[in-house]
């Protein structure tokens, strides 16, 4: 199966799918926008006010991208066990920021992005810093979510590549322009409900007409090294998984803003009932990968693993359940990038940087106008088609690995500083792209993380600064 | 070149394969009922935003 041949559904069904689901997003977006008082905080954080529920599946929903549909099912085919377990320890980033997203509740009552706190906590040089590791990352997310769209719903469906990743964007768009992180929050509950239930749905199916014995005893017979639990590569794939998680989440304002949207009593239980029901969508997905390999299904793409096996296990239904899966995580990410990016650009940059004199009602017309120029930047850049999306993935693993241990250490250490903080960004990510380069892509998180830890504590435990916590307490 | 012996390898039986796959299932089932349960309660409660 490639990517140009038959699709696994009919053009027709396809497009009623997402007439439906469109229709049905916006609309519901669009109603909850209109709730609350309606100024900047009320659309860039949902009032602040979210509650356990709608916290936790924004962050499973946010964290369930194309990828975690897709590239999960690719690493359980190829690397086995280990490579289903790797993708699931990703959950940990979510887990490990729990203590850490109760902590800037607590310093940071009125804070908006993650861009906030690296400027008050190390000043402007090193905001610049993370800025441009963070803005490299965004648009390598951004872009893998929209090339994924237009990949996938070609695959599964035959629309036009452009067409596909025009309607997911598009979407996404317009239903976070007019209902701001309310809408995103609102709208991802139903998607995570979607997304979990449709693939415990396909994963059941799936072993009813192929049991786990019958699958275990073909790998063993064929394939004995998928079942190996001391894989070396495995373990090293598991721990670069792990570490690049932490770095997405700890410095990516995605999560910061679901923190300054929840209330103060649910933002910890969040972030760890969202990692660990995150944590088994990559091991059922991955288990999937599994059942065609010691199916000895043909794959000329790897990446198609999923939408074959549900095809080929459950007919035009498998097709359209994971059509709607996909086009719930992939719509579900997306506007989570959307909503929170503009939050930084409009926030950090044009209020912070360029207009500190501005309106609440500037900063708001700001945000919409940084959702719209977001979007269209993103399908200019993922105009070209590129099919090797991992390896953008794993480039940006080396970057933001970096920004872990100024983050964790300037929220509990007052001797973190900015020298320090600045040398750690830098030079883990320097090492992790050399390790990316010269050693394996899946190592860079790895080598980024140690170095950047290391030069974080030697700088703060060499310094006499003592940074008064007090300072991070700035007005909205 | 070190080669990596073969005694190195652990392979899972079929027993705990089955616990691994059924066990990550149950979890996304009740990760779907445990999240449906809170929000009601919140529903309920009217603390859902």
Redesign the interface.
Known sequence: MTIDSTPFLAPGVAWGLVVIFSVLWIALGVTWGR??KGDADEYML??R??????S??TL?ASWVTGNTTLLAPEFGYRTG?WGMFSYALAGLGLILFAPLALRIKQLMPSGRTSGDFIRLRYGRLAWWVFMLITAIYTFGFLMTQAMGAGLLLQALSGFDYHVGMFVVIGVATVYTLFGGM?AVIGTD?IQ??LI??L??VV??LA?RLFP??A???QL?EHH??R????L?AGLLIAWNSALFSMGEVFHNNIWWSRVFASRRSVVMNSFV?GG??W???P??TG?IGLVALARELPLEQINMVFPVMAADLLGAGGAALVFVVVFASLTSTLDSLLASTADLLAEDVYFRLFRPQATDVQLKHAAKLMVVALALVTLLLSWPRLDSLASVLFFTGSLVASTVWPVACGLYWRSANAAAAIAAMLSGSIIGLLAYNLIAPYCAAVFSAALSALVMLIGSRCSSDRFDFALLQEEA | MTMVPNTLAVLIDATWFSVVLLGSQFALGLSVIVLLLIWWVEWRAGRLW
């Open positions: 709730r609350g949902a009032g006010n979210i509650g356990l529920a709608l936790t599946a499973m066990l309310r509950f995570s409900m979990m239930v693939l415990a994963a059941v072993f786990m014995p699958v275990h005893s063993m004995p090294d079942l190996n639990l001391l070396p009932l660990v029901a944590m088994s969508v091991l059922v288990s």
